[in-house]
């Protein structure tokens, strides 16, 4: 059974300053897709940032860059600059292409300190 | 572009109780999920629509949960009769097609409380 894992419940971080969020998944299947999502305050959950399974490249999205580690089945957030606004919860998640149900992680809270 | 509308925000019923929650999805998305999120845990699917047709029901607690989505557009989803357990927030997210690349869109979800 495929399984997502966010060991960090909670993360704080400096304004400005890079923080990493991690995430583990475990999975017999090639080709899947892997998401992070970013749910603030008021509860709506906006995408951040995907990576296609197949593709080595690390995916980046302005202030927001993953490492992806397809052999220990890793995939990490990463926050430069960080801001006031990105203080919310995260979610790692995991889709298979065979199906499109998505598989969330437990989320880590992410707190930004002024 | 409208976003994913839901109905209502919050929600307290006694248990035994039945609750229903509305859900419309952008224009045009063909894929309609439900899903539950039980405090501190990520959102579980409950229930996955292609057009007004189900595609993945297996977590849904069919003895007390179902859900409709009419002509393939709006959708609500209802609790018969509702349980302690049952209190969380139900999101509602669509997609444009049941692609496991395209994004899902979420609703502000619906927060139910049942006493």
């Known amino acids: 059974a495929q399984t997502v894992t966010q060991s960090q419940p909670e993360m704080s971080v400096q304004e400005a300053e890079t923080v990493t969020l991690s995430c583990t998944y475990d999975t017999s299947e090639s080709d899947y897709y892997l998401f992070w999502y970013k749910q603030p305050p008021s509860r709506q959950m906006i995408l951040v940032i995907r990576q296609e399974a197949y593709k080595q490249q690390n995916a980046t999205e302005n202030r927001f860059s993953v490492n992806f580690q397809k052999a220990a089945k890793s995939f990490s957030l990463k926050i430069s600059d960080s801001q006031l606004g990105d203080a919310a919860m995260y979610f790692c998640?995991?889709?298979?292409?065979?199906?499109?149900?998505?598989?969330f992680g437990t989320g880590t809270r992410l707190k930004v300190l002024a | 572009e409208a976003g994913v509308a839901q109905s209502p925000r919050y929600k307290i019923i006694e248990k035994r109780q039945s609750v229903a929650f509305w859900c419309n999805p952008i224009?045009?998305?063909?894929?309609l999920y439900w899903y539950q999120q039980i405090l501190g845990q990520g959102p579980k699917l409950l229930i996955q629509?292609?057009?007004?047709?189900?595609?993945?029901d297996s977590q849904l607690p069919k003895d007390r949960f179902s859900a409709e989505r009419l002509k393939g557009v709006d959708s609500t989803l209802k609790i018969q009769p509702a349980k302690l357990e049952d209190s969380a927030v139900y999101l509602c997210?669509?997609?444009?097609?049941?692609?496991?690349?395209?994004?899902?869109?979420f609703g502000p979800g619906t927060r139910l409380t049942v006493l």
């Open positions: 998640a995991y889709r298979y292409s065979g199906t499109y149900k998505y598989i």
């Open positions: 629509f292609q057009n007004n047709g189900v595609v993945d």
């Open positions: 224009s045009g998305h063909a894929t």
């Open positions: 997210a669509s997609s444009l097609a049941a692609s496991a690349y395209n994004e899902q869109f």
